[in-house]
């Protein structure tokens, strides 16, 4: 696709969209939207920001400006041709912009997100739900093909500021479409794009100026940008066009609010949550944040844009200032707007600039403060925050030291006491007597820890263990150690002791059951140890255990054996230390097999075989519990197959 030798051999050329984009058109102009209004305020969101950027670029570049300073957004309906027209005198795209924006779908996640469509349209194709994507889509939003929703054909005509040539790029949605180069003069305007969009019949209303006005006050009222309609050689404004984050809270109604949050954050759905405030003092500033009441789909994409924009004295600067807000509080959506620098200020000065780290660092307070009372408010509210953004505010934990405390105090996790979330908080408040530890498990998966064998000496003594499964759980712990004075544990680890505690009434007959199997267990431990040899570092009988006959765990000066596993799923580390293996003396399985050990002398030849298999099952039963490989799946069936036929007398 290069650019200057098309434009010089042909005047047409034919291009298809990438994969994704096809399918994604299909699904919203046939099956999507019962607003189909909403095409409009995409078009005027990406109008106003391509004046938005071409302002910015002005500052250094004034000449791009020439002759045309006041940016506009222009509708205009025309009945008899079935035309909608919006234009804007923003920063226009060349050739291959048009093909890159156009035609593909940048964002990560897409052909994720376009399948995940596709699977809801056929669950609603066959009955199975209603509204067939129309949630998930709300997540994404389509933005500029939208139009398609309204129109069956659309032109884009657009030339870049400062460049000479402008470029048309038309499509139906079905497929492919065109590019070819355009008089210059065809475009009224020195720079900027028109989209003309020939309306579907089942669109007329769209034609009607007074059905235009009224979506405009709707949905783009806050655009600051004046968005007018031509009619004949009349042109007025249909929006207030002040920056809506400058304006008292008492002149913005709830309404608006949101849809502006829809425009800065390219979002469709509703906020959770929103900060709208004013800062004067030594650093002057103004904010408006929103929280998202879902996750966007690369929250933990490493090259997603940034959620907050900069705007200095009104002026758009950049979506993308990393030093804006925390990498822990990247959810948030938002504009921050300062008095304190300066316009013409570049992208490479704003790293680490010291208006910026004080904004940082009061904003950051600000939202936590709220986030906090949110939590203390609406805790079942705030629970739903938890799910969607809790990993990610995690991260703060071991990045932000000065907000720890207040981060300890927003934290939530699943418990083995309750069935939602519990904060540390009401944890320590809970802790059985004599408990000077906080217990926790970690694992990739909520519900396989949640059945983990290691939990069952603390369920038969009632003591609570926190269940933790996102990875980044692996990373807070180590670096803060402890939560008022009381150390985080895992119960995956050597060094756990439950002897100080009693057991629960129900489970107290089982516990006198060990000390009458006790002796026989020696001997079986330092049979496994021999059986297993260098597969395992060491052979303990367990506190932990009650229905499971082994369990596997980190000795106490060893990795935790799911960091473990997280470093080699990155490639961090390729060794693998060596595990503990715990028994439960408990077990009719254990305890059968510690007798057969003190009659081994009674019975036939095959015994000592089958005691030798007996060892090697255990283990690899303990590793597939674990989440682990079994290293030698071949030995694995070969001795299991031995011991069922045995069990049948085969
Ligand atoms: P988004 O606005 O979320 O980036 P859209 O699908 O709405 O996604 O638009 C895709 C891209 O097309 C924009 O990011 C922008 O680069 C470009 N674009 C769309 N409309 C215009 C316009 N009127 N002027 C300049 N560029 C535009
Ligand atoms: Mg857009």
């Known amino acids: 696709m290069s650019g200057k030798e098309t434009m010089e051999t042909k005047t047409e050329e034919k291009l298809s969209f990438q994969a994704e984009v096809s399918r994604l058109l299909d699904i919203v102009a046939n099956s999507l939207y019962s607003n189909k209004e909403i095409f409009l305020r995409e078009l005027i969101s990406n109008a106003s920001d391509a004046c938005d950027r071409l302002r910015y670029a002005a500052l250094t570049e004034p000449e791009l400006l020439a002759g045309d300073p006041d940016f506009k957004i222009r509708l205009a309906s025309d009945s008899k041709a079935k035309t909608l027209t919006i234009a804007d005198n923003g920063i226009g795209m060349n050739r291959d912009e048009m093909i890159g924006n156009l035609g593909t779908i940048a964002r990560s996640g897409t052909a994720a997100f376009v399948s995940e469509l596709e699977s809801q349209k056929e669950e609603k194709a066959k009955g199975k739900s209603k509204n067939g994507g129309a949630n998930l889509i709300g997540k994404f939003g389509v933005g500029f093909y939208s139009a398609f929703m309204v129109a069956g054909k659309v032109e884009v005509t657009s030339r870049k500021a400062g460049e000479d040539h402008a470029w048309v790029w038309t499509s139906d949605g079905k497929g492919d479409f065109t590019i070819s180069a355009a008089d210059p003069e065809a475009l009224d305007m020195a720079r900027g794009t028109r989209i003309v969009l020939s309306m579907k019949k089942d669109a007329a209303e769209f034609l009607d100026p007074a059905r235009l006005r009224g979506i405009v006050k709707t949905y783009s009222d806050h655009v600051a940008i004046p968005v007018v309609m031509v009619e004949g050689e009349k042109e007025d404004m249909l929006?207030?066009?002040?920056?809506?984050?400058?304006?008292?809270?008492?002149?913005?109604?709830?309404?608006?609010?949101?849809?502006?949050?829809?425009?800065?954050?390219?979002?469709?759905?509703?906020?959770?949550?929103?900060?709208?405030?004013?800062?004067?003092?030594?650093?002057?500033?103004?904010?408006?944040?929103y929280v998202p009441a879902s996750q966007p789909f690369d929250l933990f994409a490493p090259e997603r844009r940034h959620g907050v924009k900069l705007y200095v004295k009104r002026i758009f600067i950049t979506d993308d200032?990393?030093?804006?807000?925390?990498?822990?509080?990247?959810?948030?959506?938002?504009?921050?707007?300062?008095?304190?620098?300066?316009?013409?200020?570049?992208?490479?000065?704003?790293?680490?600039?010291?208006?910026?780290?004080?904004?940082?660092?009061?904003?950051?307070?600000?939202?936590?403060?709220?986030?906090k009372k949110q939590a203390d408010k609406q805790p079942e509210d705030y629970a739903k925050f938890w799910e969607n953004f809790g990993a990610v505010l995690k991260e703060g934990l071991y990045e932000d030291a000065g907000q720890r405390e207040i981060l300890t105090e927003l934290a939530r996790f699943a418990s083995t006491k309750s069935d939602g979330l519990t904060s540390l908080n009401d944890y320590v408040e809970?802790?059985?007597?004599?408990?000077?530890?906080?217990?926790?498990?970690?694992?990739?998966?909520?519900?396989?820890?949640?059945?983990?064998?290691?939990?069952?000496?603390?369920?038969?003594?009632?003591?609570?263990?926190?269940?933790?499964?996102?990875?980044?759980?692996?990373?807070?712990?180590?670096?803060?150690?402890?939560?008022?004075?009381?150390?985080?544990?895992?119960?995956?680890?050597?060094?756990?002791?439950?002897?100080?505690?009693?057991?629960?009434?129900?489970?107290?007959?089982?516990?006198?059951?060990?000390?009458?199997?006790?002796?026989?267990?020696?001997?079986?431990?330092?049979?496994?140890?021999?059986?297993?040899?260098?597969?395992?570092?060491?052979?303990?009988?367990s506190e932990r255990l009650t229905g499971s006959p082994v369990c596997l765990i980190a000795d106490e000066g060893d990795m935790d054996m799911h960091l473990e596993r997280l470093l080699k799923q990155h490639r961090q580390i390729d060794t693998a230390s060596k595990r503990v293996l715990e028994i439960n003396p408990k077990h009719s399985l254990i305890r059968s097999l510690s007798q057969r050990l003190e009659n081994k002398e009674a019975t036939d030849d095959g015994a000592e075989a089958a005691l030798d298999d007996a060892a090697w099952l255990l283990l690899d039963q303990a590793r597939i519990l674990e989440g682990e490989a079994v290293p030698d799946p071949a030995a694995f069936a070969r001795r299991l197959t031995a011991i069922v036929e045995r069990g049948f007398g085969a």
């Open 430 to 541: 809970r802790m059985a007597e004599g408990q000077d530890e906080i217990y926790y498990i970690s694992g990739e998966d909520a519900d396989a820890v949640r059945r983990s064998p290691h939990l069952e000496g603390f369920e038969a003594k009632g003591i609570e263990v926190l269940l933790l499964s996102d990875p980044v759980d692996e990373f807070w712990i180590p670096s803060i150690a402890s939560f008022k004075d009381k150390a985080f544990k895992s119960v995956t680890r050597g060094g756990v002791d439950l002897s100080g505690f009693n057991v629960k009434e129900k489970d107290q007959d089982a516990e006198a059951d060990t000390e009458t199997a006790a002796p026989g267990m020696d001997t079986l431990v330092a049979f496994l140890k021999l059986a297993l040899k260098d597969a395992v570092k060491d052979v303990r009988r």
């Open 321 to 371: 200032c990393a030093d804006l807000v925390p990498p822990y509080l990247r959810f948030l959506r938002g504009v921050i707007d300062t008095e304190d620098l300066a316009l013409n200020i570049s992208r490479e000065m704003l790293q680490s600039h010291p208006v910026l780290a004080k904004i940082r660092g009061a904003v950051t307070k600000r939202v936590l403060k709220e986030l």
């Open 239 to 289: 929006n207030s066009a002040s920056a809506i984050w400058r304006r008292a809270k008492s002149e913005v109604t709830d309404e608006q609010y949101t849809e502006f949050y829809h425009h800065v954050a390219h979002a469709m759905d509703d906020p959770w949550l929103r900060l709208h405030f004013k800062v004067e003092g030594t650093i002057e500033y103004s904010g408006l944040l």
